[in-house]
């Protein structure tokens, strides 16, 4: 997994280095309600859906840490939701298997990784910044 020299062209317009960003993380929702707070405000937030007794899930838990700091700005969220705890989160956002990874931006669906495909993920947060 190479760091990219390009730079990202933010919605805003701007030019961002991705490597100068940092990323404010909600380190766990622990409730639909909650949850659907995160999704809805206007800028991107990351849904990370995964389970303690999963070993894809912690493979990439190293990696979208790395991803995450390296693209994201100021205003993106990380949100880390445990299916086990957060009763029928999985049914509600079509969470089929874990580790599954869900960008939202105004309430809308932008982007979406199924399983631990850590190049896709990059792929697709570089693709909504």
Same mark, same amino acid.
């Given at each position: ?8 062209? !933010? ?7 991705p490597?100068? #960003?940092s /990323?404010?993380?909600?380190? $766990?929702?622990?409730?639909l309600? $909650? ?6 405000r ?14 894809? #899930? ?12 390296q693209?994201?700005? !100021?205003?993106?969220?990380?949100? !880390? ?7 029928? #989160? ?11 990874? /869900? /960008?939202?931006?105004?309430g809308v669906?932008?982007g979406e ?5 850590d ?11």
């Amino acid at each position: 997994m190479g760091i990219p020299d390009a730079n990202v062209e !933010h919605p805003q317009g701007q030019m961002q280095n991705p490597l100068s #960003c940092s /990323l404010t993380t909600v380190s $766990e929702a622990t409730n639909l309600e $909650e949850l659907r707070s995160y999704i809805n405000r206007p800028n991107l937030v990351i849904l990370n859906f995964s389970a303690q007794w999963c070993n894809p #899930c912690k493979f990439m838990t190293q990696k979208y840490a790395s991803i995450a700091n390296q693209y994201a700005d !100021h205003s993106v969220f990380s949100v !880390h939701i445990d299916i086990d705890k957060v009763t029928g #989160c999985d049914r509600v956002y079509g969470v089929r298997s874990v580790p599954t990874f /869900l /960008l939202y931006r105004g309430g809308v669906r932008v982007g979406e990784v199924f399983g631990s495909n850590d190049g896709l993920l990059r792929d697709v947060i570089v693709r909504n910044l």
